[in-house]
């Protein structure tokens, strides 16, 4: 039974494919966490807002309401944090203008706070993992897009309607993979949708001159290689693989050089491709940092995997509320 004097708070996190309810207190510990599937093809918005509803009831029976300081939210964008509103995402197909912010505060009598998915996930890294103790750092999601949160003098910031930090969209060179429909893109060459691209490139340049490729022999193949197979294959040493991954390292140097250029953060957090892959990306952003980042702004910025890995998803949420009512005093 959870302490009648202890107190809480909740996280809902909101994907296309599953959804989760996190229960914890202040100091991160999460004490229960319930998972379901999202099934957007078969049910809308009120049915599965109405199963959240039905699980942090259930959690309310083991942890009195009395306890409970606020609810946070992590969800994809686009979204507006300030009305508390969802913005038809792509991977929540009928998520249109839904007010989710007052409908869980008139259901619990709490406040309630959004945040987008990477901005969620850049408070937890702040407040728990790699970037903890720091008041300027970047998160970078490198996973199957390009997506970052900014905490900037110890706070989050969202941009004037929650588009900041979409370092993405940027454009890092005239052509190349297409990423954020955007060729050329930041996150072109670096996510796993962007480094798929890149390597049917570079395979299918290579078979055409008769050089072969060991992890993709044939044509026929390479419209089935991702980011790990680049990435197993480049640990065992093939070549394509390896030239993959430079092209996708060097202007991920270049994006973080730019970053570091404007922002001038202590630390910057890279998660998902980059963490599981750190020594195979480390080479070729030290190389190309030391080319164009400015020194003394280098000099003070640590770049770090992400620390909190495949579990990120449970915390990021319960971080938005715990950041909303620690740090922003409302």
Same mark, same amino acid.
């Given at each position: 039974m959870g302490s009648v004097s202890e107190h809480f708070y909740i996280g809902l996190d909101i994907g296309g494919t599953k959804c989760a309810v996190v229960i914890g207190n202040g100091d991160f510990t999460i004490l229960r966490k319930i998972f379901f599937e999202t099934s957007t093809d078969r049910r809308g918005y009120v049915e599965?807002?109405?199963?959240?509803?039905?699980?942090?009831?259930?959690?309310?029976?083991?942890?009195?309401?009395?306890?409970?300081?606020?609810?946070?939210?992590?969800?994809?964008?686009?979204?507006?944090?300030?009305?508390? &509103?969802?913005?038809?995402?792509?991977?929540?197909?009928?998520?249109?203008?839904?007010?989710?912010?007052?409908?869980?505060?008139e259901a619990y009598g709490v406040p309630v706070s959004i945040q987008n998915d990477a901005n969620a996930c850049a408070l937890a890294e702040w407040l728990m993992g790699a970037g903890k103790g720091t008041r300027n750092m970047i998160f970078l999601t490198f996973g199957t897009g390009m997506g970052s949160g900014l905490i900037l003098n110890g706070n989050l910031y969202?941009?004037?309607?929650?588009?900041?930090?979409?370092?993405?969209?940027?454009?890092?060179?005239?052509?190349?993979?297409?990423?954020?429909?955007?060729?050329?893109?930041?996150?072109g060459f670096c996510?796993?949708?962007?480094?798929?691209?890149?390597?049917?490139?570079?395979?299918?340049?290579r078979l055409g001159k008769n050089i072969p490729v060991g992890f993709c022999p044939t044509a026929e193949l390479a419209?089935?290689?991702?980011?790990?197979?680049?990435?197993?294959?480049?640990?065992?040493?093939? &070549?394509?693989?390896? &030239?993959?991954?430079?092209?996708?390292?060097?202007?991920?140097?270049?994006?973080?050089?730019?970053?570091i250029d404007l922002l001038n953060p202590q630390c910057i957090v890279i998660g998902s491709i980059f963490a599981r892959n750190e020594n195979l990306f480390r080479p070729h952003i030290n190389r190309i940092l030391e080319q164009e980042a400015i020194p003394l702004a280098l000099e003070v910025c640590k770049i770090v995997p992400a620390a909190l890995g495949d579990t990120i998803g449970d915390y990021a949420a319960l971080c938005v509320a715990i950041y909303e009512n620690k740090y922003c005093n409302n």
């Open positions: 599965i807002l109405d199963e959240f509803k039905t699980h942090i009831d259930t959690l309310l029976l083991e942890f009195p309401k009395s306890g409970l300081k606020r609810i946070g939210i992590s969800c994809g964008g686009p979204l507006d944090s300030v009305k508390g &509103e969802i913005y038809s995402p792509p991977n929540l197909p009928g998520w249109d203008n839904v007010p989710i912010v007052r409908i869980f505060e969202a941009g004037t309607n929650d588009l900041g930090g979409e370092v993405g969209h940027m454009r890092l060179a005239d052509s190349g993979p297409v990423g954020f429909g955007k060729a050329g893109s930041f996150e996510s796993g949708g962007g480094i798929a691209q890149l390597a049917r490139t570079v395979v299918l340049e419209g089935n290689i991702d980011a790990k197979a680049v990435a197993i294959a480049a640990l065992q040493g093939d &070549e394509a693989a390896l &030239e993959i991954i430079r092209i996708s390292g060097e202007y991920l140097g270049r994006g973080l050089a730019i970053l």
